[in-house]
């Protein structure tokens, strides 16, 4: 009797979009291939695999792995951003070109405003791939970019190593200080060498604000009291631009500023308003209403979300 067996593949766990794409003939592609400095596949989908309630599962160690694994990473982009792989980026940081007023000029609503940026220095690996000599380089690099800063945007850099505990207490009381990276970046290798390496710099008002080597290298963050979206982006574009003159960051025509985790990927913005709508969520309905206008709901601060894998 002849006892024939097809090994079939056990699907990967999860509705993330690895578990998605990461099928078949992609696994097959890109199971022998590497970047120049050595990464593989395994180090792009780690942190999805070890984490199967991911929802997107695949962080870039560097930048060729855009190109590379871009079997597996031009569908996640696809599918999240709408951006094909004849798309190119466009981006136009002029924030005299932003037609957009205060939409809470009595304050009644809008405690804060914030927008960010993620950027990535150019010729280095990514924080998921980077050594512990490349990221104290990378660190010694944005410093001194960062001390160079003029006027409103001048300001202080608080390594996390040695911090003595008043800084650290005053830097929580602002909601400036970031932890440890969570499981996610656990698994994708961004918490390597812990903390050193890191650190935060804020202008003397504390409106403008870098984390230097978390997810990414170069979180840049504008923010302030009330909803004045202009003068938040404003500052937000001074800094870039006043940054781009000593720093030179990862960045391609067709996917815009690189970033370690895709959803980032373009103009790597995100802003937000810190609302306060007092009872709103008792409503019936809220839910729904929420979900209608494409926001998610959540009684959590932004440090919650941020434990929950949360981009912020
Ligand atoms: N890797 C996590 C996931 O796939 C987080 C993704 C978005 N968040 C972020 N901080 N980049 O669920």
Request: charged share 30%; hydrophobic share 35%.
């Amino acid at each position: 009797m002849e006892v024939s067996q097809t090994k079939k593949e056990a699907p990967m766990k999860g509705n993330s979009l690895l578990a998605k794409f990461f099928t078949g003939d992609v696994k097959k592609k890109l199971q022998n291939v590497r970047t120049t400095s050595g990464f593989t596949i395994e180090d792009v989908v780690r942190s999805g695999t070890e984490n199967p309630d991911s929802s997107i599962g695949v962080y870039a160690p560097d930048e060729e792995s855009y190109k590379v694994f871009g079997a597996l990473f031009n569908p996640v982009i696809e599918e999240y951003h709408g951006h094909t792989e004849d798309d190119f980026h466009k981006n136009n940081f002029n924030a005299d070109e932003l037609d957009i007023s205060n939409p809470d000029e009595e304050g009644a609503f809008i405690v804060s405003t914030r927008v960010r940026v993620g950027r990535n220095l150019k010729d280095f690996p990514f924080n998921p791939g980077i050594s512990r000599k490349e990221r104290l380089e990378v660190e010694r690099r944005v410093v001194e970019a960062l001390e160079s800063l003029e006027g409103d945007l001048s300001g202080k850099y608080y390594p996390l190593s040695g911090m003595k505990e008043e800084v650290r207490e005053q830097l929580v009381e602002d909601h400036f200080l970031f932890k440890q990276g969570d499981r996610f970046l656990e698994s994708a290798g961004v918490n390597h060498d812990w903390p050193e390496g890191r650190g935060i710099f804020h202008s003397d008002d504390k409106k403008f604000l870098v984390w230097v080597n978390e997810e990414d290298q170069l979180r840049i963050i504008s923010m302030e009291q009330g909803g004045d979206i202009y003068s938040v982006f404003n500052r937000l574009a001074r800094a870039v631009s006043a940054l781009e003159k000593k720093l030179e960051f990862a960045c391609s025509e067709k996917l815009g500023y690189l970033s370690s985790c895709p959803t980032n990927l373009g103009t790597a913005m995100r802003a937000s308003v810190h609302m306060s709508l007092p009872k709103l969520s008792q409503r019936d309905g809220f839910k729904e209403m929420c979900e209608e206008m494409g926001l998610s709901c959540s009684r959590n601060s932004w440090r919650a979300l941020r434990e929950r894998g949360w981009s912020i």
